[in-house]
């Protein structure tokens, strides 16, 4: 293979593949080529260099797409006769996404999965933000009210459960949680093994001879994950015999601090000054890290060797080379598709009751093991 073959864009060479099976005449006109799986499997690719590939072939006229069904070549008159027989298509089955943040970056990877599914399986998919729990009820009611079938709701902060929700289980709509649940309440449920994440990231800075680790966790939310976070971290600290003291744990906060930046730098400024024993911190989202590392260097803390942190999530900072944090990462992606199948299921039979856990891995970086001169 020439230097100038091995430059061509994969999903052009799959490009080329289909269009010279349509030209020879291996696939006619109405034909149903391979699905994205099958080419996913021959070409060794991902399924979104399929997707590319397929997505030219369309913009070409070569082929056509039927939601739910697949890909077809196409023609003039095939392409007449299938807008014809979608117009007599009852209308695709309606779901609802409530998302609390359409610009946060794992928010973006959710709602990719979930796409993803509902693409595959015809659904059409209603998404709308929401910040508040005010905001989320009224979003539940105009969704259902749209003709919603069933729902995925990543719940927002509160100091209580939300009524809506405990509502539609109540009325057994079906809806399915993601990220995070109801801790006493058994409801639909997709998110991630928060306490293996808690577990593994506090192992990991016991194994790099921390004794006194601090946790930060600023949360408003009685669905929250922090508890499942703060299990896994008191199970490693017995395990590796870690200094278990109260005051070592930043949990917390007021309504102030809660909503203002700089108001919650002040108060981890005023507690890694009182606490000088912490040698690393475990932030329990992206944004804490952050802070923490911003109220460390007013200190005049240098990262990692006088205070190594990790946390949940990477805050998307990087130097030069790499993630500046040591992370431990959730796969929204994963968790985006299996909460629409899961959803699914619920609608063809509401009597279903799952919980799917999503494992966890670590990514590490240099805010625990190396010096690093970054500028936050």
């Known amino acids: ?9 994969l999903y052009i060479k799959i490009r080329e593949y289909i269009k010279s099976q349509i030209e020879m005449g291996i696939l006619k006109p109405g034909d149903q080529i391979p699905t994205e799986t099958d080419l996913t499997n021959k070409f060794q690719v991902s399924r979104i260099t399929i997707k590319t590939a397929l997505r030219h072939l369309v913009d070409e006229g070569l082929i056509f797409r039927v939601a739910g069904k697949g890909s077809f070549v196409s023609s003039s008159e095939l392409q007449s006769s299938v807008q014809e027989e979608l117009s007599d298509y009852p209308a695709k089955k309606k779901i609802g996404f409530l998302m609390p943040q359409l610009g946060d970056f794992l928010s973006i990877q959710l709602l990719r999965g979930i796409e993803e599914v509902c693409r595959e399986e015809g659904l059409l998919l209603m998404v709308t933000s929401v910040l508040t729990q005010s905001e989320e009820r009224t ?15 990543f719940p927002v902060d509160g100091e209580a459960y939300s009524e809506e929700i405990l509502k539609l289980k109540s009325d057994r709509f079906p809806f399915v949680l993601v990220d995070r649940y109801l ?25 790099l001879g921390h004794k006194n680790i601090g946790i930060v966790s600023f949360t408003k939310s009685k ?3 922090s508890e499942d976070r703060f299990r896994g971290y008191l199970d490693a600290a017995k395990k590796n015999q870690l200094q278990l003291q109260h ?32 040698t690393a911190v475990f932030a329990f989202s992206p944004q ?37 944090f040591t992370w431990i ?14 959803l699914l299921n619920v609608i063809r039979d509401p009597s279903t009751l799952e919980q799917i856990v999503i494992p966890v891995s670590l990514h590490e970086e240099q805010s625990s093991i190396i010096r690093a001169s970054l500028d936050i």
């Open 1 to 9: 293979m020439s230097d100038k073959e091995k430059s061509i864009p």
């Open 139 to 153: 979003a539940i009611r105009e969704m259902i009210a749209a003709g919603a079938e069933g729902l995925i709701i």
């Open 183 to 207: 801790p006493g309440i058994k409801t639909n449920a997709v998110f991630s093994d928060n306490q293996q994440g808690g577990n593994i990231g506090t192992d990991y800075l016991a194994s």
């Open 223 to 225: 669905t929250s994950s």
């Open 247 to 278: 005051n070592y744990w930043l949990t917390q906060f007021d309504d102030v601090s809660y909503q203002d930046e700089q108001s919650m730098i002040e108060t981890i400024f005023d507690w890694l000054q009182q606490e000088q024993d912490i």
């Open 288 to 324: 804490i890290a952050i802070y923490i590392v911003k109220a460390a260097k007013r200190l005049g803390k240098k990262i990692p060797e006088d205070l190594a942190i990790i946390c949940f999530d990477n805050p998307q900072i990087r130097d030069v080379e790499n993630d500046y």
């Open 329 to 342: 990462e959730q796969n929204f992606e994963l968790m985006g598709t299996e909460a629409v199948q899961l």
